[in-house]
């Protein structure tokens, strides 16, 4: 068992997601009821090495439950990937007198905690990113926001596209995976969905689809197509020439990462800071937060980010039965 924490430091890495402010609010608050000190770092690891920490009292969180991105900031750090950096930050954890870090972010984030508790400070991560694309959990504090704004915005976009008669492929987020894609898709009742976990390429299926539904009288055509086939642009260029439908590409970007959090994520958050902040209490440490089949449980970092996470195979038959 790790010897007793005293002082606990708290920061945000990566992407920023809505509900990374409801789990700094639940870090702070849940240590300092257990007596612990709590100190915010800023800016993330780069923050972290440039000694950019603050006493976090319970006022300090107050009215943030509510808003989206994160008070502490966040920041991509080059120099922390070094070992070099990794002792400096370690150092700079002990002069500040912090036993443990809670790291809020993804997958990148929770490689740089491996690396910091290799230099003996305990960690522990909760995984948020909007993009759901970590293996050991079910949900990532953001997700939910994040896919509301874009169903909302597509909804929106899918008004225009039937006025003009439009075919519309929209972009949305999700880096290498399909999750948002799959859930925007299925929610605004859109005629394809391309994910880069299943999408073969084969835009002359695309093409013929867009001609078959226009033949069957629909007046809108939407295309919601993930971050990680790309491409949007010039998907639509080709598609408009092969079918002589006007098709417009919108990418909705950042957008998607901004925005009040909705209550799924703010609770989701606020459990897994809790649950983050006990682990430490219990001598826990390397441990990141997960959820899993509705509970939050916890695993060992190397093991869950040895997961590898596949999306359900009935995904595929479902995005090609709606393709119509
Ligand atoms: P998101 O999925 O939202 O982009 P992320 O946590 O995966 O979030 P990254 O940019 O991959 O985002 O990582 C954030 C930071 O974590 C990096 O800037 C770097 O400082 C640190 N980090 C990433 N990978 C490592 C690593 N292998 N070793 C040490 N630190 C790392």
């Given amino acids: 068992m790790a010897k007793t924490i005293k002082t606990i430091g708290v920061l945000t890495s990566g992407g920023d997601a809505p509900g990374m402010n409801a789990a700094i609010r639940a870090v702070v608050r849940s240590g300092l009821a257990q007596g612990l000190t709590v100190k915010g770092i800023q800016r993330g690891y780069a923050g972290l090495l440039n000694g950019e920490i603050r006493d976090m009292k319970s006022h300090d969180v107050s009215e943030i439950i509510q808003r989206g991105g994160t008070i502490l900031y966040t920041a991509r750090s080059q120099e922390f990937i070094q070992e070099q950096g990794q002792v400096k930050a370690a150092e700079i954890c002990r002069e500040h007198g912090i ?151 919108t990418i909705l970007g950042y957008l998607q990462r901004g925005g009040s959090p909705t209550c799924r994520d703010r609770v989701m958050a606020t459990m897994m800071g809790i649950k983050a902040v006990d682990i430490l209490v219990a001598g826990g440490s390397n441990r990141v937060v997960a959820s899993k089949n509705d509970a939050i449980v916890d695993f060992d970092f190397e093991e869950a980010l040895a997961m590898k996470k596949d999306i359900p195979s009935e995904w595929m038959r479902m995005t090609k039965l709606l393709a119509r």
């Avoid at 299926?205 to 491409?231: F, P, S, W, Y």
Wanted: glycine share 12%.
């Fill in 99 to 249: 036993d443990a870090v809670v790291v809020i972010g993804g997958d990148g984030s929770f490689r740089g905690a491996i690396a910091l508790a290799r230099q003996g400070v305990n960690t522990v991560g909760i995984p948020g990113t909007i993009d759901l694309d970590i293996s050991c959990t079910d949900y990532t504090i953001g997700f939910d926001t994040a896919v509301n704004t874009a169903m909302e915005a597509i909804d929106k976009i899918r008004d225009t596209s039937s006025s003009h008669e439009r075919c519309s492929i929209v972009e949305v987020m999700g880096r290498s995976a399909g999750y948002i894609a799959f859930h925007c898709g299925i929610a605004t009742g859109a005629e394809n969905i391309l994910l880069p976990e299943i999408y073969d390429g084969d835009e002359q299926a695309l093409i013929n689809q867009v001609i078959a539904t226009r033949k069957a009288g629909k007046k809108h055509h939407i295309i919601i197509n993930a971050e990680g086939v790309g491409h949007s642009s010039s998907m639509a260029k080709r598609i408009e020439a092969a079918t002589g439908v006007e098709t417009r590409a």
